[in-house]
Structures are given as structure tokens and as C-alpha cells.
């Protein structure tokens, strides 16, 4: 599997203390994204100005604390990586085998309180799926809580419900062009798999990320009220995630512009009304 972060986490990864595993690669394009290094399933070259050396790269693509990702393009040994560790570049994701992946995660378990566990987010969890689910069963048959943070968009993501304690799904958009242009993909496979999860799943916490001229408009919000009604159950809890610029230093750490202005901050009484309209209905609002 191709991990680009992992870590411990409390509390917005899942129950409890959380290893926090982000896996490399997603199917969708938001510019708002807080780990762009995750986006590229190829993976991407991560750079410290500061501390660039010349030296690691035998093709002089670094010279004066820059990097010239042209020349990266046509390179195919990736020298300053695959022969130098410096804290100035390093490819964003490392590989580990599921049955490596496994005994970590088990070797760690003293270390889950408080009903915590391990998550799988990314980038895309379910890009992975094969190894997800395989790593999914063994967990589960080990005793260990597992998460998901997926945006919906698998089509086999059904499968993995047995496996995962607890399943966090994004909502980004109810209308399907306003989605596609929004994430470079149809919500319609999303959608589904919500309202599946919804009937199946014992434990379902769906997430919308706010982002200002996106999806915070009266239309919009009218939208996932109508949706989320859909999905009443016990069983099923949801949340706001308001824009911030947290990855912003990461894209431009990845070699890329960061498109997303001012514009994008959803203002507080937006939220504030959001959030009472979606107990107003009646649904249980969980704040992580």
C-alpha cells in the first residue's frame, strides 16, 4: 500500500485515540484540498526551499534552493530521493505490504483508548480497495476498531461495511454538474452508496466541507437538508467542516498554485444556520 502519513490522531479520525493512516491517491480534484500530496496516485516531489541542495540531484534540477519540475518529468531515476534522505525533497509516499501494515497497526493497539482504533483516510482510501479490504478483514478479525474516511465514490465500497466499525463519508454537493465541476467526477455513485450506508451500516458520520461560492448557497443548503431528511435513522450522525487554508503551504510545497481566495470562508452565521436547521429536523448532529 502506498501511505503518504500516518500518525496518531483524537477525536475528527474516528473514535478515541486513532492511527491515522492517509493513503496515497484520489479520484477527485478539489482545490480546497488540505493534503494535495495525497491527490496524484504517482505520487508527488514535496520540497523544503530552505533546505534544497544542489548536490542531490545528479540532472541539475535544484539550483539556488529551486526546483525546476520540468526536468523532474523527464526523470526516471529520481536520484535525489532513491539515493540521498535530505529534509529539502522526498517523494510523498512510502510502500508497505498489507501483511507489514498489519502487524503495525496491531503492535500498536496498547496505545487505542478511550474506544479508539485505526482510520484509513487519504487522499482516496478506497483507491486502494483491494488492499483496504483485505487489511479491513484481518483488523476486524484481530479485535481492532477500524474507520474510513471515504468521499463515497467506490463502486465496491459496500463490500468493506462488514470491516468498518465506524464509516465517515464526505457530502460534498447533492447536484450532480455542480459536483463534477466542482471535483472533476459524478456524485452519482456517491449519492448511492450514502443512502446504502444509511440502511446497512451501524455506525454512518456523513461530513460537509463548507467552501464559500461552492456549496454554501441558500440552494445548496436547501439541497442536503431535503437529502439528509432522506437518511433519518439512529444511525446516522452529521457535521459541518468549514474552509480553512491549512494545506495551502502544501501546495506550493507540491509545485503547484493554490486557486482557492478569500471567497472561499463560509461565513459563522451560515453555519450557525445550517447546523440548527439540521437539528431542527430532528438529526443527530455530532461535533468532532
Known amino acids: 500500500m502506498r501511505i503518504f502519513q500516518k500518525g496518531f490522531n483524537y477525536s475528527q479520525d474516528g ?3 486513532r492511527l491515522v493512516y492517509h493513503l496515497q491517491g484520489c479520484n477527485m480534484k478539489c482545490p480546497w484540498c488540505s493534503n494535495p500530496e495525497g491527490m496524484r496516485w504517482e ?3 514535496i520540497t523544503e526551499e530552505e533546505w534544497l541542495l544542489d548536490e542531490v540531484c545528479p540532472h541539475h534540477a535544484i539550483r539556488d534552493k529551486q526546483l525546476d519540475r520540468a526536468v523532474c518529468r523527464e526523470c526516471k531515476g529520481r536520484e535525489c ?3 540521498h534522505r535530505t529534509k529539502g525533497i522526498r517523494l510523498s509516499y512510502e510502500e508497505i505490504e498489507v501483511d507489514a501494515l498489519v502487524e503495525e497497526i496491531i503492535g500498536n493497539s496498547p496505545m487505542f483508548y478511550d474506544g479508539g482504533g485505526v482510520t484509513f483516510t487519504g487522499g482516496e482510501a478506497t483507491l486502494q480497495f483491494d488492499e483496504l479490504l483485505e487489511t479491513l478483514k484481518r483488523l476486524t478479525a484481530a479485535g481492532i476498531h477500524t474507520a474510513v474516511e471515504t468521499n463515497g465514490a467506490h463502486p465496491r465500497l459496500q463490500e468493506c461495511f462488514p470491516y468498518i466499525s465506524q464509516l465517515i463519508m464526505d ?3 447533492c447536484d450532480e454538474e455542480k459536483h463534477r465541476r ?3 467526477i459524478s456524485n452519482a455513485q456517491t449519492m448511492e ?3 446504502r450506508a444509511a440502511e446497512l451500516h451501524p455506525c454512518l458520520h456523513i461530513r460537509v466541507p463548507l ?3 461552492v456549496n454554501d448557497s441558500e440552494e445548496d443548503i436547501r439541497d442536503f437538508l431535503e437529502f439528509f431528511q432522506s437518511l433519518r435513522d439512529g444511525n446516522v450522525t452529521f457535521e459541518l467542516l468549514s474552509y480553512h487554508e491549512f494545506g495551502k503551504k502544501k501546495w506550493e510545497q507540491c509545485g503547484w ?3 482557492m481566495t478569500d471567497a472561499a470562508h463560509v461565513k459563522e452565521e451560515t453555519v450557525k444556520k445550517f447546523r440548527d436547521s439540521i437539528r431542527g429536523l430532528g438529526l443527530n448532529y455530532m461535533r468532532t
Open 257 to 259: 498554485e493554490y486557486q
Open 171 to 173: 457530502c460534498k454537493l
Open 43 to 45: 505520487g508527488v516531489l
Open 193 to 195: 452508496n450514502i443512502r
Open 182 to 184: 466542482a471535483t472533476s
Open 211 to 213: 467552501i464559500g461560492k
Open 15 to 17: 473514535f478515541g485515540n
Open 81 to 83: 530521493v532513491t539515493e
